[in-house]
């Protein structure tokens, strides 16, 4: 089974962001505990006794809130970019690729952002799937989301593609409707955020930092980019 962790950053309804990202991120298994253990060395640099306390999330990190406040700024960026090395472009492509919805909010007035993003995200998954499977490695896919407002609305609307279809089909591999874990218990979410705020920062603010050193790391095959839409 592969696991797409997923997280979000920008707001839909904030008017002052141009855009909304949703980005996931995508292991075999049974690799989620040599993630996690990759991870949890980079939070013992801050809490040598207790490093689950530390949440890897991008913007509290970078900009200084909370716990990270007397962390120097250069440390703070070391360990997303670290996070992001280890977690991601090290293990790019056999146990790690990464796919993700960019939306400029003013192209898609009037219509349900976050149903957008989800659609183009799982979709893109699920062909990730299907082109497994057409390579003889039959793969079903769970999506796993941090917890959230949405939840109720992101599971039925898993359950609509299945059964009637979205703008591309119906998806077909995946075991069951996307599931909600508590970010602070997982350190894939905690990435998955980190990937999400690293795009983010990308388009909205022209920053590309931390974009650059996952760029080439989207779903691909024969030199096309299947895992990053963007519009």
């Known amino acids: 089974m592969h696991l797409l962790y997923v997280d979000e950053s920008g707001s ?3 008017t002052k962001q141009r855009y909304f990202v949703l980005a996931g991120v995508a292991v075999f298994e049974r690799d989620p505990h040599w993630i996690e253990a990759d991870l949890d060395e980079i939070a013992l640099r801050f809490n040598a006794n207790e490093p689950e306390l530390i949440e890897l999330h991008g913007s509290p990190i970078r900009s200084g809130k909370g716990r990270w406040r007397s962390v120097p ?4 960026e070391k360990a997303i970019a670290d996070a992001l090395i280890i977690g991601v472009r090290q293990r790019f492509p056999k146990n790690v690729r990464l796919f993700a919805s960019v939306l400029e909010k003013a192209n898609f007035e009037g219509q349900d952002i976050a149903q957008v993003a989800f659609e183009q995200l799982s ?33 039925t609307l898993a359950r609509e593609f299945k059964i009637s279809g979205h703008t ?12 909600f874990v508590d970010s602070q218990a997982s350190r894939l979410i905690q990435l998955a955020d980190l990937v999400a705020y690293s795009i983010f920062r990308h388009y909205e603010y022209d920053d590309s930092k931390f974009y650059d050193i996952i760029s080439h790391c989207f779903d691909s095959e024969g030199g096309v980019v299947h895992g990053l839409y963007s519009r």
């Open 12 to 14: 839909v309804g904030d």
């Open 168 to 179: 591309f089909g119906k998806t077909r591999n995946f075991a069951e409707v996307p599931v």
């Open 123 to 155: 979709s893109r998954f699920d062909q990730y799937l299907r082109r497994l499977h057409l390579q003889q490695n039959t793969q079903r896919g769970l999506i796993v989301f941090d917890k959230c407002a949405t939840e109720r609305r992101i599971q």
């Open 73 to 76: 700024l250069a440390d703070r």
